[in-house]
């Protein structure tokens, strides 16, 4: 049968009987009405044999797939069983197909070649060729949607002819059954008050039960138009159940609860805050459920005022332009340095590490959990680079301290050290691709997060011990907050409290930005511990080289939107230079927000500041950054820094325009 294909396959005759027609028209034309009709019958004899000859041919190409493939079972007819056609993978061109596939496409069998993607627009054989058996993607007919199957078959003939053997198989009802169960599986959703106890904060009875109302009344209002099931759980706390169906028109609004919520407040003036926290394509509710107090954790981590949504793979997040809400509680505090105490007498070894390119507030923290560690009678070790840190002055008045001489090690000696009874304390990051050093974080399952960033969506987990604060200005500050509760005032080095307030002064930039009175109280204590602020000043001093190359950055901004300052660099510049130009640039009258971009390494860093209603954090998440709504930073790999200054400015006018 293969001997015959090339045969089966040779083109039509449509030129030939058009020639043959034209002579025929030149006949009658010339008055030759006998020629013109004998050359008529000609044609028409010849058009009844192409026809015969043309259904001989395809019943030919018919039982040559069958015979190919056998893997079909005919009908009595002699027909295959669903809509069927034999293409020349070559250039496409329908060959043959059956009664099936001429009812559903439209498809008349002529002799005028036809290419199956005239029938079926975007179709691509390209699968076939590959050696593929199923077509990728769905196709649709007439209202009917119909998945591709084919084999490629190669016949014996000299050209060695490559044919597709196409079979459709009518998916609609079972495409409309499984949409219709997407479309109704169940959102679990949890709607936390975010600042309910400040809203009810030293009000009467009556009051409350107003501001209750109006909370009931807006969330209440909002839900009814997802025909979904509302309960209220806690005063602050209510659980949400609506189906998949209504999750895109609540994204494609931006949950505008977010917005419709803060026209409550209670006397005083403040306004409430929610965090919406979605769980979604859980395989049970009990799943799905945790998939959303999962988001609440993290929208919580995140400063609050956001939706969070938590499939199976990853977090999405929605709002969160305001700032970190300022709840904290000082109970947290005394129960985590408890908790840390009790977990360092029990270690064998204990590790400190902060972020990559460790700036004073990482170190600062650092030696902090150091003198926790002194208190139970355990040696710590702080993990960090001596050559490339933000932090060299602090880091030489460290290790010229008795207690610290041999403390700072390499993250290559740490891996040599550690044990199955060793702890791992992080500072001032929870991203496990912003550590000193990964592989220690992987090495030991014991793992504590001190941290005041935002809540990344890969952060670090597990952990045994987590205190981490959005709302506080530094991990410095919070570290100093578990020394209230965990040493005494003798037990705090002079250099641990300079280093401290040094980690405070960096972060809030020397008490400007992102101060709470819990700053100023932390301040306080370690200015009684003896901490100088002068000493602190000269720690942040810089060259005359520095501040001049500074100031060479300054001079390189652009306004964009009226109130951002962007200075994109073709040079390498260190970070910390980057930092403080970006800082240098907030005094501008009328910049709002800062960006520094410099290449270093391969890669793109973008240095961001903040002092203005725009959140940088989530102006970089996009670029894979992190930081706070005031300080936040990214590295950009595998671009250049116009390329990266596009993304960025992409991503603020995105960030705008929401």
């Not at 610290?404 to 090690?409: E, L, M, S």
């Not at 961001?608 to 950009?636: D, F, W």
Request: hydrophobic share 40%.
């Amino acid at each position: 049968m293969n001997k015959k294909l090339g045969r089966l396959l040779q083109p039509g005759f449509q030129l030939f009987f058009v020639v043959l027609l034209g002579f025929v028209a030149a006949a009658l034309i010339q008055r030759q009405y006998l020629l013109g009709g004998i050359e008529a019958a000609i044609v028409f004899v010849l058009l009844l044999y192409q026809g015969v000859r043309q259904k001989r041919r395809r019943r030919a190409l018919l039982a040559y797939v069958k015979t190919a493939t056998k893997s079909l079972e005919g009908k009595s007819s002699g027909q295959l069983p669903f809509p069927s056609a034999l293409i020349r993978l070559s250039d496409g061109v329908i060959q043959v197909c059956n009664d099936a596939f001429f009812a559903i496409s439209g498809y008349r069998d002529s002799m005028n070649e036809q290419k199956i993607a005239d029938l079926l627009p975007g179709f691509s054989t390209e699968w076939l060729a590959s050696g593929k058996t199923e077509y990728p993607y769905d196709v649709t007919l007439r209202g009917k949607r119909y998945r591709i199957y084919g084999t490629a078959i190669r016949g014996d003939d000299p050209d060695g002819t490559l044919l597709g053997s196409l079979y459709l198989v009518d998916l609609t009802e079972l495409y409309l059954v499984r949409d219709e169960y997407v479309r109704s599986r169940p959102v679990v959703s949890i709607i936390l008050v975010d600042n309910y106890e400040e809203l009810i904060k030293n009000l009467p009875e009556s009051s409350i039960s107003n501001l209750n109302a109006s909370l009931n009344d807006v969330i209440t209002k909002w839900t009814e138009g997802y025909h979904g099931l509302l309960r209220r759980l806690e005063r602050n706390r209510f659980l949400f159940v609506f189906e998949q169906r209504d999750l895109n028109d609540a994204i494609e609004r931006k949950f505008s609860l977010l917005e419709q919520i803060q026209k409550v407040s209670n006397p005083s003036g403040l306004a409430a805050t929610i965090s919406f926290g979605l769980g979604v394509e859980g395989m049970d509710f009990e799943e799905s459920y945790n998939f959303a107090a999962l988001s609440i954790e993290m929208a919580l981590s995140r400063g609050g005022c956001q939706a969070v949504v938590k499939n199976r793979m990853d977090f999405t997040f929605y709002g969160g332009h305001t700032q970190e809400t300022g709840h904290r509680s000082r109970v947290r505090s005394r129960v985590t340095a408890n908790s840390l105490l009790e977990l360092f007498g029990q270690s064998s070894k204990i590790f400190i590490m902060g972020h990559k390119n460790a700036d004073m507030d990482a170190i600062g923290a650092a030696v902090g959990v150091c003198c926790l560690c002194r208190k139970k009678g355990k040696k710590a070790y702080i993990v960090a680079d001596l050559e490339k840190n933000a932090s060299e002055k602090l880091i030489d008045q460290i290790r010229q301290t008795p207690e610290y001489r041999d403390v700072f090690i390499s993250g290559q000696d740490a891996l040599l050290l550690c044990d199955s009874g060793s702890v791992l304390v992080v500072v001032d990051t929870n991203r496990p691709d912003q550590v000193e050093c990964r592989p220690l974080l992987e090495s030991l399952s014991k793992v504590c997060v001190i941290d005041h960033h935002r809540r990344a969506a890969d952060y670090i987990n597990p952990v045994v011990v987590n205190l981490h604060e959005p709302a506080a200005s530094s991990a410095s500050e919070l570290v100093t907050e578990l020394l209230q509760y965990g040493v005494e005032k003798d037990d705090v080095l002079p250099i641990e409290s300079k280093s401290l307030l040094a980690g405070i002064c960096l972060d809030t930039k020397s008490f400007n930005v992102r101060t709470s009175e819990r700053t100023f109280e932390a301040a306080a204590f370690l200015r009684r511990l003896g901490a100088d602020t002068v000493e602190v000043k000269k720690l942040m001093q810089n060259d005359y080289e520095d501040t001049m190359a500074r100031y060479e950055i300054v001079r390189a901004i652009t306004k964009y939107r009226d109130e951002i300052a962007i200075a994109a660099l073709q040079r390498e510049t260190s970070r910390t230079l980057a930092a403080q130009a970006a800082d240098e640039m907030l005094n501008i009258s009328g910049i709002r927000s800062s960006f520094v971009l410099y290449p270093q390494n391969n890669e793109v860093v973008i240095s961001a500041r903040s002092i203005g209603n725009a959140n940088v954090q989530v102006i970089l998440e996009p670029l894979g950054g992190g930081g706070n709504a005031a300080t936040a930073g990214a590295q950009v790999r595998g671009a250049t820094v116009n390329e990266v200054l596009e993304r960025l400015k992409t991503s603020i006018d995105q960030y705008y325009d929401d």
